[in-house]
C-alpha cells in the first residue's frame, strides 16, 4: 500500500551533514513506492513561529506555511529526522513543526536521528517522542540512528554501511504498518 510520508529535517547550519540523512529517507521511501516529500528549513524560508498555519484566516499565512500546510494535510506519516543539539532537537526542527497542530492528528511519525559521535542523536529523540506524541503525531516505537553522521554518507548520499538501508527497511515497514488507515478515528 502506497502512503503520502512527509519528511521532515530541521538544521540550518551551513556546513550541515544531517541533510544527507534526510535524503537518503526520502529515497528509501520513493524506492517503496511512497509518494514521499522532504521539508527543508532552508529552502522554504519558514518564519520563526508568530502565529499556527490554522490562526490564519483562509488564504492568508505566509506562503511557505501554505505550501508546507498542503503537505501536512495530506500526509499519512511523517518521518522527523533530527540531530542532536545539547541533547535535544535543533530550534530549526521544533520551529517547523510547532507551525502545525491539528493537521498532525491521528497520523504516526518516526523518528531518524543522528550525530557526530557515537550514540546516533538517540538523546534528541527520547526528547522528541512527547513533543510529537503531544501534537497528535506519536512516534513509532522503532528509532532509526545514524552514528558519525559525516562518516555514515559518501558524497552522493549513499550509505557507507550496507547495514543502514536494511535497518531503514524494517524501520519502514513498522512505519507503514502504522500508517495504514482503514479507521476512521471521528467514529
Known amino acids: 500500500m502506497s502512503l503520502s510520508i512527509l519528511v521532515f529535517y530541521g538544521s540550518v547550519r551551513s556546513a550541515r551533514q544531517g541533510i ?3 535524503r537518503f529517507i ?3 521511501c520513493r524506492r517503496r513506492d511512497h509518494d514521499t516529500h522532504l521539508v527543508d ?3 522554504s524560508r519558514l518564519p520563526l513561529l508568530d502565529k499556527m498555519f490554522k490562526e490564519y484566516a ?3 499565512a505566509p506562503e511557505p506555511l501554505r505550501t508546507i500546510g498542503t503537505l501536512v494535510r495530506a500526509a499519512d506519516a511523517y ?5 542532536e543539539y545539547n541533547h535535544a532537537p535543533p530550534p530549526a526542527l521544533t520551529n517547523l513543526l510547532d ?3 491539528d493537521e498532525y492528528f491521528w497520523k504516526p511519525s518516526g523518528i531518524m536521528s543522528y550525530s557526530a559521535g557515537g550514540v546516533g542523536g538517540v538523546r534528541a529523540a527520547v526528547a522528541l517522542r512527547p513533543m510529537l506524541a503531544e501534537m497528535g503525531m506519536s512516534s513509532i516505537p522503532s528509532t532509526l540512528p545514524v552514528s558519525r553522521i559525516h ?3 559518501d558524497d552522493q548520499g549513499r550509505p557507507t554501511d550496507s547495514a543502514l538501508e536494511d535497518r531503514a527497511a524494517k524501520f519502514l515497514a513498522e512505519l507503514e504498518w502504522y500508517g495504514i488507515d482503514d479507521v ?4
Open 41 to 43: 528549513p532552508v529552502e
Open 151 to 153: 562518516q555514515a554518507f
Open 184 to 187: 476512521d478515528p471521528s467514529d
Open 20 to 22: 544527507k540523512a534526510a
Open 58 to 60: 483562509t488564504g492568508q
Open 26 to 28: 526520502t529515497e528509501q
Open 79 to 83: 518521518i522527523v529526522v533530527t540531530g
Open 99 to 101: 507551525h502545525f497542530l
